[in-house]
Nanobody
Framework: QVQLVESGGELVQAGGSLRLSCAAS????????MGWFRQAPGKEREFVAA????????YYVDFVKGRFTISKDNAKNTVYLQMNSLKPEDTAVYYC?????????????????WGQGTQVTVSS
């Protein structure tokens, strides 16, 4: 049984930093792309960042470029999202997702497995 478990979300002041973690079990995802999405109240879930399988290439949505960094530790089957210079508009539930494709994709439809989400709240 595949499980993705996120952690690290909390309340932080604007300008602060957080590091989210996503621990995967039940399957090794080192060859597959992993991504982070977020969903704010009343809005659709949106793509934030992704990291490729073997390539380790990364891709970010424009509004987090330069502030967020996605990385992974294949030995731990864990992916991270380092978030710096946080803004109130970054407030959302952040979801980790695992694809069955090796290449980066921004579409929710390409991700087969999802975590339960972790709440990030940025106060102004």
């Amino acid at each position: 049984q595949v499980q993705l478990v996120e952690s690290g979300g909390e309340l932080v002041q604007a300008g602060g930093s957080l590091r989210l973690s996503c621990a995967a079990s039940g399957r090794t995802f080192s060859r597959y792309a992993m991504g982070w999405f977020r969903q704010a109240p009343g809005k659709e879930r949106e793509f934030v960042a992704a990291i490729g399988g073997s390539s380790g290439r990364t891709y970010y949505v424009d509004f987090v470029k330069g502030r967020f960094t996605i990385s992974k530790d294949n030995a731990k089957n864990t992916v991270y999202l380092q978030m710096n210079s946080l803004k109130p508009e970054d407030t959302a539930v952040y979801y980790c997702a695992a694809s069955l494709l090796p290449v980066i994709t921004t579409s929710r439809l390409d991700y087969a497995y999802w975590g339960q989400g972790t709440q990030v709240t940025v106060s102004s």
